[in-house]
């Protein structure tokens, strides 16, 4: 088994920056891609960033150039940096992965439990 634990979340003001992180831990061989979603009250949830297990990263529209997503493979964590946040990010964030467990050819999809964050006007 695998879990996904984010930390990070919080309340902060508009225009200001907030860092989340995700370590994955378990019954780990591999990990393949590494993603953020998010989920805003009433909609559903979305994919925000993501990165390859060698480093290259995509974002959504909205994020880019505002937020940073990064890994450590060695320490099997994925980090976001938000900067210059607007009241319209404020949701429950989730992290992803893609993990291989040991002595498998097959790659099983994980969530961790989410972290809410919050921007002020």
């Known amino acids: 088994q695998v879990q996904l634990v984010e930390s990070g979340g919080g309340l902060v003001q508009a225009g200001g920056s907030l860092r989340l992180s995700c370590k994955a831990s378990g019954e780990i061989g591999s990990i393949g891609g590494m993603n953020w979603y998010r989920q805003a009250p009433g909609s559903q949830r979305e994919w925000i960033a993501g990165?390859?297990?060698?480093?290259?990263?995509n974002y959504e529209t909205s994020v880019r150039g505002r937020f940073t997503i990064s890994r450590d493979n060695s320490k099997n964590t994925v980090d976001l940096q938000m900067n210059s946040l607007k009241p319209e990010d404020t949701a429950v964030y989730y992290c992803w992965a893609k993990v291989r467990p040991p002595g498998s050819d097959s790659l099983k999809i994980y969530w961790g439990q989410g972290t809410q964050v919050t921007v002020s006007s």
């Open positions: 990165v390859s297990p060698g480093g290259d990263t």
